[in-house]
């Protein structure tokens, strides 16, 4: 499955989260604001506290430019640019979650602040040195020459511009029968491991890198997860038929095993240009 499939199939969508909204609020009478939006629209793990983190990381202040790479559905954007008063370009590959991206923007008033731009993470449709921060959440998984967006990110951002972002990490004892069952359930084209990382951010120009291992966080997020996926069961037939749920619940059952067995943890990175 290649990725742009995996996210025109994905449950959560900007339907999906205004349906959200719709059922806490009564209905969608009167004016969203970006808050209203923050318990359905970060589709990513950790919340906005993980979001609140890659921040620090990336020194992101009111008068900071931020890279939004790969970013889905832009939660985190309208984030930032709420609470934090930035600017922030949201890009994103796949047509359906920019255009969902760009319309709960609209919705909740931020298209000033938050510019999504439908484009390839490898290929940045943007000027060098235009950053001061660069985000991702999740998403480096579904890119295979990820050494391409790190060169990249690196050429957009200024000079002692930051890059923050997070991914899942292959463990050693993960085999490559479950390799390829991931690339072929949910477009993870490859997985790296944390030093992988490390190295390739090093190559890419970035010093002063860190690693973290978030696969204990992780292991405790994963179990709610589908939980929730299950509790979205009736409004996902719905949109995408039985067949299609039975197998995303199949695909993260089996995600979270890798987890709770060591096979597969996350890392959050960082680095300066």
Known sequence: MDVVDFYDHHPISAGQVLAAVRRRR??????????DLFDHDQDHYGGLAAVETLARRAGIGPRSRVLDVCAGLAGPARFLAA???CRVVALELNAGRAAGGARLTRLVGLES??????????ALPLASGRFDACISQEALLHVHDKAAVL????RVLVPGGRLAFTD???????????????REWM???TLQTLDGYRALLGRAGFHAVEAEDLAAEWRRILGDRLTMYRAMRAETVARLGEARYQEYEQLYTFFVG????????????????
């Open 26 to 35: 009564g209905g969608l009478d009167g004016p969203l604001r970006a808050e």
């Open 83 to 85: 609470r934090r008063g």
């Open 113 to 122: 602040r938050v510019r999504v731009v439908r484009g390839d993470a490898t």
């Open 151 to 154: 060169r990249e990110a690196h």
């Open 168 to 182: 899942w990490v292959a463990r050693s004892r993960l085999s490559d029968g479950e390799r390829r069952r991931l």
């Open 187 to 189: 477009a993870a084209t």
């Open 258 to 273: 890798l987890v709770e067995t060591g096979k597969l943890g996350g890392g959050r990175f960082t680095g300066s240009r």
